[in-house]
């Protein structure tokens, strides 16, 4: 999920090379925390937050097949 995650994001910055993920297992859930260049948080979160909807959906869609559930969140580099 981690390397799906940061190829969508990495097609989205200006800055790809400073798009980073780290995964958190959790008992029911993993976390995938992204964190990028700060001016490029804006572009990855869209307006009114829809382009990390659209990326939480395909990850989830991804995860349902797998049996598992993700959480994807922005973290502040």
């Known amino acids: ?3 799906l995650v940061i190829e969508i ?3 989205i910055v200006d800055h790809p090379d400073e798009v980073n993920a780290r995964e958190v297992e959790g008992e029911q859930t993993t976390i995938i925390e992204i ?3 700060a001016e490029d948080i804006g572009k990855v979160i869209g307006k ?3 382009t990390i909807k ?3 959906t395909l990850v989830n ?3 349902v097949r797998k049996g598992k559930r993700v959480s994807v969140e ?3 580099p």
């Open 74 to 76: 922005i973290v502040e």
């Open 9 to 11: 994001v990495k097609n």
């Open 35 to 37: 964190s990028t260049n």
């Open 1 to 3: 999920m981690k390397d």
């Open 48 to 50: 009114k937050g829809r």
């Open 54 to 56: 659209a990326v939480r």
């Open 61 to 63: 869609a991804a995860a």
